[in-house]
């Protein structure tokens, strides 16, 4: 490379005797000027003529010959050296002409594509060529004596030289080619490029609200007028500074006081410093910048933006999960936040969080309306330090609040103290405040005055002096006040004077509320608008009030054209009605009406909605105005909304498929119509008493816009606030006393499709008409709305009323624990993985988690305190002591950790019904009740009782009573006034000795306990008079509970039936069989109408048993539960047969028909099979370990037909085998496969049904896999392991034929089917198919993803198999060659694998699946192909 890089350049050496003579004088001929060719004939002439003279008499000739042809040849090596140098010149010319100019060139114009080690390289390349150049320039401009003089030397000098730039240009090159480099760094930079592109477009996915200090939603907010708050923006500034400083800075402050903009000076600051990392400003009236759930995804959108080595694990925690945006906040944090932050390594001092307002903050959901803001505060206050400590960063968080008690008791009594520092902005002198609002005051009203061309002075300084007192140190009254005077009328004279007298003037009725002058001035300038109205406008003050009112009480601000679409008024006028009101409200300019209104502040809210606040006669009454608002969204809804907006093609498309859903939402969709479907519920939730119109309104949506509105919800992805929008409903329906039971009813059903439904919603509105009116039950809703479904294609299976079975939630690890919350709106559990899990009870959303004990303890329960703050978690181990952990519910911290005494083994702990609700009791097997502070973790008193070999205990739950029971009575004490406990009752309880069951002892609400005496049975005393009540015999129960109340028991049997029981009577109050099996716990909401249950299968489910209870739709239990292991069908799949394998039954079904026949059998059965006319069934029963029996059955009337014997005997430890019919249904074949000696043996026999006869019988020493009639009934084909055999049963002569060749399939089982006489399908146990042809076994189409639901379907080319396959989602796929269509979603009930044998069957346009409850479910697959 490098010779070529020289030869390119024509770089030489003067050694090697070529030169470079000039141009202008060289011949074509030789290329020799003259002067060279007489010189060199001299020199030539000279060398002769020295020979010649050599030895001749003349002294001297040879010395002076010689002498002279030295000269001429110093002379030849001046000139060749002058050559050289001028060539050596051109050369390094050439170098910077060729290479490194246009190499700068090229830096100059794509920098990013050169990094510095290249740049470094040229910029010392091109150094090094200009010093050689110096070097020659010297050497040539030397006068010609010197030339001939040092000719030597330069030769020397001149290969140096040349040496010299060898080196430059290997340097240079020698780490390979340049334009590959640059190539290379190009690509390099576009992958980087390309990486980036994909990051930010995950990115962009983060819900996220505008809330950020400078987001258009803040426009108006500005930051400390200059000369103001210097001493506390001063000390922020210092904390910041300062990496020894705790890490939050908490400022709070009256509503008014100016917190927002200091926290908004702050951040533009520390921005232009690059050390913000993100900021939220919260807002009670936009619904984004209230929303807690949007909090984490947003300050990450900011946080990748803040530096690239955040954007890539940001992008990475995304990608990993699109939906973690969507979490519960907790996880936010952990992948958006602390994750991305714990990799954070670019150098760095400081990094700044901003968190304005927030007081502001909404609720986590309805279950705590306060619990927001504590969340974001403890999740900072756990992470904050280890996170900074791990990455050597000062992580400082900014936050400003109102002094509310919850943020303040955080603030003073939890961890958050530790790492905090506290500044109250009202607490700063008055005098220091006043100054700052007078600066700003002079200011502003100067500038006024010069707008206004005001004679002078104006104002004066008394008069800003006057004003600022009457702000009583709340910049949002010197902020409102300058705009108030800034809205004089320029050519009225006097009307800036006019304005600030009117702010000046004394009240009459002054109070001494703290916000008495803000309040007087809102009230002068509301009325001051209302009197500036334009005359032109119809009903002008009534249109004020009404658009006042509007912008008050939405829930989330709208532009003005939204608002004037919801409210039915012209723009113009809803404009009008706004200008006057430019000093209280951020209105958009002309161009930006996209945008919505705002208030500046918060505190004008307060103002018009409270109470003795000085409103007078504007004052807004909220339940009124939200009646209105709830009718104006009703009325929209009904206008606005249709099936099917986006005009989307299939009803089974998913949104993410739709490039344009988007745009198409756009124009389907405005905002007023998002607005109303978002936020009608709330609104009419927050009503007061009754309404007719309001009810009217909201009857007829029910009854026609119900789906529409879930559809729209759908659409615009937001099925969670569809969900608790209709439980907002479902409540306000029951607390309405004259709701329209049709409405009632439409609701209710509503939220059951909600919970059912919600996962294909979230996918795609058209499962609202295919999906949930096809699959849900016969109830109001289907039959409101039936006529809308898209296509009838359940044709069986559709529940007769709704499940009773609410939520199901998979834990995906062992469940050992739940309790409900007091509120009953959520439950606690906990998992083999020590992880305590809170979800809402109503959706099975998963709220938070915590950390809790070890895997090593035996014995795990949970309890929640009275006010459901705090869930304790009692551990014992195998070995040491127990103990119990508190956890504070909402913050997710160790509150404390009480260690039981070393000789106080627990038999009973609770919460005390104490006036906190945060006592805890504990009972020790030692007979001794401790009372426990369970902040401290500290024993406040101590009882012992001197009980010895007792067995079971109990404390009532407010600690008064206590129950102990041992091997002979039960003993009551009381807790008396001097805090001693007495002995009440000896009550003569005697205990079986032989009983393995110890009893265990309840203590109820109304003076009874409650001794369960084993599984079957329980007795019932009076405490108080030590009456034994009654002795009641129940069902053998695996689990139960007490509802609170103490009057129902909930007992879980044996065969998963729940029993629910009256305590006192001993009735059975009514049962519900579960669809589920090994309910291992159990518990009673706060209501008793709901139960929660853990089972086995990791899943907790909640029940409604209102149903079952006396006065519900039923007190009987549901169909017997069998699980049908396997199915079988006719052909046209009108005709199912179903063998349950745990109960010995066979099922058999008409499709159409609404019942179904069954046969008990005493023995257990092998598989079955079914005629494909559906004719009749053939059952295997073997006698072991002698013969098997085929019996025939005819299906209609299940006559037995005949028996077959099978008398081979067969050993059992090892076999397979099935039974098959022929096409034509007159004949039957039955293989079967053992193990004898560790020899595969397989056995066939084939009947002929109507003549009763066997038709063929042998035994091969193979293991079989499969059997198949072809479709003449003549002979069957056999598959193996080794190949497969055709057997001809009725056309003579050769009697079998045997193909051997090596399958390429594994496994003991298939599904073997012949379509055509020449192809059969072999299905193996896995996914993997193969249509193998019977004359050239070589000959096979392998089919990778198939399943064992499939039939062939005739094409123009011959027969091809179809699979229908369930994927774990649920969405029923149709495969047939490289297609793949979706057809339908199943429910959890209606799911299949792919991979078992039977667990559904395909015949006809049928798909038959078992369903969960006995029954059989069937999709009309034809009607949903068309």
Avoid at 405 to 412: A, D, G, S, V, Y
Avoid at 934 to 951: K, N, Q
Avoid at 1330 to 1351: A, G, R
Wanted: aromatic share 8%.
């Amino acid at each position: 490379m490098y010779k070529k890089f020289k030869d390119k350049l024509h770089i030489g050496s003067p050694a090697s005797g070529r030169r470079s003579p000039s141009p202008n004088a060289r011949n074509v001929g030789d290329g020799l000027t003259r002067w060279e060719i007489l010189l060199n004939t001299t020199q030539t002439t000279l060398a002769i003529a020295k020979e010649s003279v050599a030895g001749l008499p003349v002294p001297g000739l040879e010395a002076a010959i010689g002498g002279l042809l030295k000269v001429l040849t110093i002379y030849q090596g001046m000139k060749a050296n002058e050559e050289a140098i001028k060539s050596f010149n051109e050369a390094v010319v050439r170098l910077n002409d060729n290479v490194a100019a246009p190499l700068k060139a090229a830096i100059a114009s794509q920098p990013d594509f050169v990094d510095d080690d290249l740049q470094k390289r040229l910029e010392l390349f091109v150094k090094d060529l200009e010093n050689l150049t110096k070097r020659t320039d010297t050497m040539a401009s030397r006068e010609r004596p010197k030339k001939f003089i040092s000719s030597q030397d330069d030769f020397g000098v001149i290969q140096e030289l040349n040496r010299e730039l060898d080196r430059i240009v290997l340097a240079f090159i020698s780490r390979g080619s340049i334009g590959a480099e640059i190539e290379a760094r190009a690509a390099k930079r576009l992958a980087q490029t390309l990486v980036c592109a994909e990051q930010t477009r995950l990115i962009e996915r983060l819900p996220r609200a505008q809330a950020r200090h400078n987001s258009a939603s803040r426009v108006g907010a500005n930051p400390c007028f200059q000369g103001t708050r210097n001493g506390i923006l001063k000390e922020i500034s210092a904390w910041i500074d300062d990496p020894s400083t705790r890490p939050i800075f908490w400022l709070s402050g009256m509503a008014g006081i100016g917190k927002s903009t200091i926290a908004h000076t702050i951040a533009e600051q520390e921005e232009k410093k690059h050390r913000l990392g993100a900021s939220f400003f919260f807002s009670r009236d936009e619904a984004g910048r209230r929303n807690p759930h949007l909090v984490y995804p947003t300050i990450a959108f900011q946080l990748a933006r803040f530096d690239s080595s955040l954007r890539e694990p940001i992008a990475q925690a995304l990608e990993h999960d699109a939906d973690i945006g969507l979490a519960i906040m907790q996880k936010q944090f952990e992948h958006l936040i602390a994750g991305p932050l714990a990799k954070f390594k670019v150098p760095a001092k400081t990094i700044l969080f901003v968190l304005d307002a927030m007081d502001e903050c909404g609720p986590l959901d309805e279950w705590s309306p306060a619990s927001g803001a504590i969340d974001i505060l403890s999740r900072w206050a756990i992470e904050l330090p280890k996170i900074s400590n791990q990455i050597g960063v000062a992580l400082k968080v900014l936050i400003t609040s109102r002094p509310e008690l919850r943020i303040h008791n955080q603030f003073t009594y939890s961890p958050l103290r530790l790492i905090s520092q506290s500044f109250v902005l009202h607490d700063i002198e008055k005098s220091v405040v006043r100054a700052d609002i007078e600066l700003f005051l002079t200011q502003r009203l100067a500038d006024l005055a010069i707008l206004h061309r005001a004679r002078e002075p104006w104002p004066t300084v008394d008069e800003v002096h006057a004003l600022a007192l009457r702000s009583d140190n709340l910049f949002i009254f010197a902020s409102t006040a300058v705009k108030f005077i800034s809205g004089a009328n320029a050519g009225i004279p006097n009307s800036l004077q006019h304005r600030l007298d009117r702010l000046l003037k004394p009240e009459p009725n002054e109070t001494t509320s703290a916000f008495a002058h803000l309040d007087a001035l809102y009230h002068q300038v509301l009325q001051d608008a209302e009197n500036n109205l334009k005359e032109n406008i119809p009903n002008s003050k009534e249109t004020f009030c009404l658009v006042l009112e509007t912008i008050v009480l939405l829930l989330d601000p709208l532009p003005s054209t939204s608002l004037a679409a919801l409210l039915s008024l012209q723009h113009d006028n809803v404009l009008a009605a706004v200008q006057v009101l430019r000093s209280i409200l951020v209105i958009p300019a002309a161009s930006e009406f996209t945008e919505p209104i705002r208030f500046f502040h918060p505190s004008f809210y307060d103002f018009i909605t409270t109470p003795g606040r000085q409103s007078g006669r504007f004052f807004i009454t909220s339940a009124e105005g939200h009646a209105r608002l709830a009718k104006l969204c009703l009325e929209t809804m009904h206008s606005l909304l249709k099936r099917n907006p986006c005009s989307i093609e299939s009803p089974w498309s998913l949104h993410s498929d739709i490039s344009d859903l988007q745009a198409r939402l756009d124009g389907a969709a405005p905002n007023h119509l998002r607005y109303s479907c978002r936020f009608f519920s709330s609104h009419i939730s927050l009503c007061a008493g009754c309404d007719g119109s309001l009810e009217q309104l909201f009857d007829a949506f029910c009854e026609s816009k119900l789906l529409m509105w879930l559809e729209m919800m759908s659409l615009l992805g937001d099925i969670d606030g569809a969900i608790n929008s209709i439980q907002l409903l479902k409540s306000w329906c029951h607390n309405t006393l004259n709701a329209k039971p049709l409405t009632t009813d439409l609701v209710y059903d509503a939220y059951r499709v909600l919970l059912q439904y919600q996962a294909p919603l979230r996918l795609s509105s058209g499962h609202v008409y295919t999906t949930v009116l096809a699959f849900a039950p016969a109830c109001s809703l289907t039959r409101q709305y039936g006529s809308q479904l898209h296509v009838p294609y359940v044709i069986r299976g559709k529940p007769t009323r709704w499940d009773a079975n609410l939520i199901t939630t998979d834990a995906q690890t062992w469940l050992r624990a739940l309790a409900y919350f007091p509120d009953g709106k959520r439950i606690a559990t906990f998992t083999f993985g020590g992880r305590i899990t809170v979800w809402n009870s109503s959706t099975g959303a998963e709220i938070s988690s915590m950390c809790g004990p070890g895997l090593d303890s035996y014995r795990i329960e949970l309890d929640i305190s009275g006010d459901g703050t705090r869930i304790a978690v009692l551990s014992q181990p195998f070995e040491g002591r127990s103990q119990i952990d508190i956890w504070d519910a909402t913050t997710r911290a160790l509150v404390s950790r009480i260690d039981i005494p070393d000789d106080s083994e627990l038999l009973f702990w609770r919460f005390a019904a104490s006036p906190n609700g945060r006592e805890l009791l504990t009972l020790s097997k030692s007979s001794i009740l401790r009372r426990w502070n369970s902040a401290t973790g500290e024993v406040t008193s101590t009882y012992p009782l001197g009980v010895e070999d007792w067995i079971s205990g109990t404390v009532s739950r407010c600690g008064s009573f206590i129950a102990i029971q041992d091997r002979d009575s039960l003993r009551i004490w009381k807790l008396r006034d001097d805090d001693t406990f007495t002995l009440t009752q000896v009550l003569a309880n005697k205990i079986d000795p032989k009983s393995l069951y110890l009893p265990r002892v309840s203590i109820l609400h109304n003076q009874r306990v409650i001794v369960l005496m084993d599984r079957a049975s329980y007795i019932l005393w009076d405490y108080t008079t030590g009456q034994e009540l009654n002795t009641i015999k129940i069902p053998t129960f695996d689990s139960m509970a007490i509802c609170n109340e103490g009057r129902r028991m909930a007992v879980v049997t044996r065969s998963s039936v729940l029993q629910i029981w009256d305590i006192e009577s001993g009735t059975m109050l009514g049962q519900l069989v579960l669809l589920t099996s090994d309910v291992k716990r159990l518990a009673f909401s706060s209501t008793g109408m709901e139960i929660a249950t853990i089972s086995s299968d990791n899943t907790l489910r909640t029940w409604d048993i209102s149903d079952i209870l006396p006065g519900g739709c039923s007190s009987t239990p549901e169909m017997a539960f069998h699980d049908w292991t396997r199915l079988e069908a006719s052909r046209s799949g009108t005709r199912v047969i179903g063998f349950c394998d745990a109960t010995d039954i066979v099922g058999l079904w008409n499709i159409y028909e609404p019942n179904y026949s069954r046969l008990d059998f005493p023995k257990p059965l092998a598989p079955i099979a079914m005629s494909p006319d559906g004719s009749c069934f053939a059952v295997d029963i073997p006698h072991y370990p002698e013969f098997t029996e085929l019996i025939i059955y005819e299906t209609e009337s299940l006559e037995h037909l005949h028996t077959f014997p099978f008398n081979d005997p067969l050993h059992w430890s090892s076999r397979s085998g099935r039974s098959i019919f022929s096409e034509d249904s007159r004949r039957v074949a039955t293989w079967v496969s053992w193990k004898k000696d560790q020899v595969d043996t397989g056995a066939i026999k084939v009947w002929d049904i109507h003549q009763r006869k066997m038709l063929y019988e042998d035994t091969f020493p193979m293991w079989i896999l499969g059997l198949a009639f072809f479709p003449d009934g003549e002979s069957v084909v056999v598959t193996h392991k080794d190949g497969h055999l055709i057997l001809h049963l009725l056309s003579g002569g050769d009697n079998v034929d045997t193909v051997k060749w090596r399958p390429p399939w594994g496994g003991l089982f298939a599904e073997c089917t012949v379509p055509d006489g020449v192809h059969f399908l072999f299905i193996g146990d896995n996914t993997r198919s193969y249509l193998v042809n019977m004359k050239d076994p070589s000959q096979i189409t392998e089919y990778v993803d198939s399943s064992f639901v499939f039939q062939f379907i005739e094409t123009r080319s011959g027969y091809e198999p179809a699979f229908l396959q369930c994927s774990p989602m649920g969405n029923l796929y149709k495969r047939s060659g490289d297609s793949r269509n979706l057809l339908c979603w199943l429910p959890p009930t209606w799911r299949f694998q792919s991979v078992s044998s039977r667990s559904a069957v395909w015949r006809g346009s049928y798909l038959i699946v078992r369903l969960g409850n006995g029954d059989i479910g069937v999709i009309d697959i034809d009607a949903l192909s068309k």
